[in-house]
């Protein structure tokens, strides 16, 4: 056997146990090594076909939702550890990501986006490689072999989403449209606003519903994690749905204080569909 056939074959078999284990795990990891590799595989597989009626788009705050699970198989997680919801929002509207029909941009981190720069995972986006990876899952980042380790060894320090009950957070999920802000916005944060505002009217030309959504913990109301999120949603008429007020003590879990565990973050999700139900 000459040595040209044999890597061939071992090629191949490391293919083939390569697919098997994206099976076995529902064809997508949840983790790997670095916040920029769990973010690329996290959008890949979220942006596959057919694409999801819900697209999730924010920072690691939305990362730890369900994503296309046996509950949840329209909803997409696009969380970009580091980044925001902009990241994805700029994609889509590039034409690098599909439009979904529903469209829930994560508000807490959008303060991140004045005065940045083009994030790492931005520029990935841009590449060959990242749309190879969306079309075959073994050559994106979700199949990377040090994915499916830190998948397993997340697991057991946070748990799983179908832990628990499967019920909503526990209070009523209205959202809409918040009264004005007395103070204005400083120059940086009212360019975010303009971009994003700018980007959502072509979406929703383009038959997109969009719901802005403050996860817990939420932030101070005079903080720029609440104000932005706040005064996007009145300038774009998007509603917003503020899922970190009035919660009962303990009606949370986190893994650090601030990252939702995955049961948690399940229950903020099935109240989120709930708000999409009831426009």
């Given at each position: 056997?000459?040595?040209?056939?044999?890597?061939?074959?071992?090629?191949?078999?490391?293919?083939?146990?390569?697919?098997?284990?994206?099976?076995?795990?529902?064809?997508?990891?949840?983790?790997?090594?670095?916040?920029?590799?769990?973010?690329?595989?996290?959008?890949?597989?979220?942006?596959?076909?057919?694409?999801?009626?819900?697209?999730?788009?924010?920072?690691?705050?939305?990362?730890?939702?369900?994503?296309?699970?046996?509950?949840?198989?329209?909803?997409?997680?696009?969380?970009?550890?580091?980044?925001?919801?902009?990241?994805?929002?700029?994609?889509?509207?590039?034409?690098?990501?599909?439009?979904?029909?529903?469209?829930?941009?994560?508000?807490?981190?959008?303060?991140?986006?004045?005065?940045?720069?083009?994030?790492?995972?931005?520029?990935?986006?841009?590449?060959?490689?990242?749309?190879?990876?969306?079309?075959?899952?073994?050559?994106?980042?979700t199949a990377r072999p040090s994915a499916f380790a830190y998948s397993i060894l997340l697991?057991?320090?946070?748990?799983?989403?179908?832990?628990?009950?499967?019920?909503?957070l526990p209070f009523p999920a209205l959202a809409m449209i918040p009264p004005p802000d007395?103070?204005?916005?400083?120059?940086?944060?009212?360019?975010v606003i303009a971009e994003l505002t700018a980007i959502t009217e072509r979406f929703r030309?383009?038959?997109?519903?969009?719901?802005?959504?403050?996860?817990?913990?939420?932030?101070?109301?005079?903080?720029?994690?609440?104000?932005?999120?706040?005064?996007?949603?009145?300038?774009?008429?998007?509603?917003?749905?503020?899922?970190?007020?009035?919660?009962?003590?303990?009606?949370?879990?986190?893994?650090?204080?601030?990252?939702?565990?995955?049961?948690?973050?399940?229950?903020?999700?099935?109240?989120?569909?709930?708000?999409?139900?009831?426009?």
């Amino acid at each position: 056997m000459t040595y040209a056939l044999t890597l061939t074959i071992a090629l191949a078999a490391c293919f083939g146990l390569q697919t098997l284990a994206l099976h076995l795990v529902g064809g997508r990891t949840t983790k790997s090594e670095s916040n920029f590799f769990s973010s690329i595989a996290r959008i890949q597989t979220g942006a596959a076909e057919p694409v999801a009626k819900v697209f999730l788009a924010g920072s690691s705050l939305t990362g730890r939702f369900p994503s296309r699970t046996e509950e949840f198989p329209e909803v997409a997680n696009m969380g970009c550890d580091g980044g925001s919801a902009a990241v994805v929002m700029r994609a889509i509207d590039k034409g690098i990501l599909p439009l979904p029909p529903i469209l829930v941009i994560e508000g807490n981190t959008l303060y991140r986006e004045q005065g940045a720069g083009k994030s790492l995972v931005a520029e990935v986006m841009d590449s060959p490689w990242f749309s190879v990876g969306r079309k075959f899952p073994n050559l994106g980042a979700t199949a990377r072999p040090s994915a499916f380790a830190y998948s397993i060894l997340l697991e057991r320090k946070v748990g799983r989403a179908d832990e628990g009950e499967r019920l909503p957070l526990p209070f009523p999920a209205l959202a809409m449209i918040p009264p004005p802000d007395a103070e204005p916005l400083p120059e940086k944060a009212s360019a975010v606003i303009a971009e994003l505002t700018a980007i959502t009217e072509r979406f929703r030309e383009r038959g997109c519903r969009m719901l802005i959504v403050q996860l817990p913990p939420g932030a101070e109301a005079d903080s720029m994690n609440t104000r932005i999120p706040y005064e996007f949603s009145r300038a774009s008429g998007i509603p917003l749905l503020d899922l970190s007020k009035d919660l009962p003590p303990g009606a949370v879990r986190y893994t650090d204080g601030i990252h939702m565990a995955p049961a948690s973050a399940a229950a903020a999700l099935r109240s989120i569909l709930m708000a999409l139900e009831n426009p």
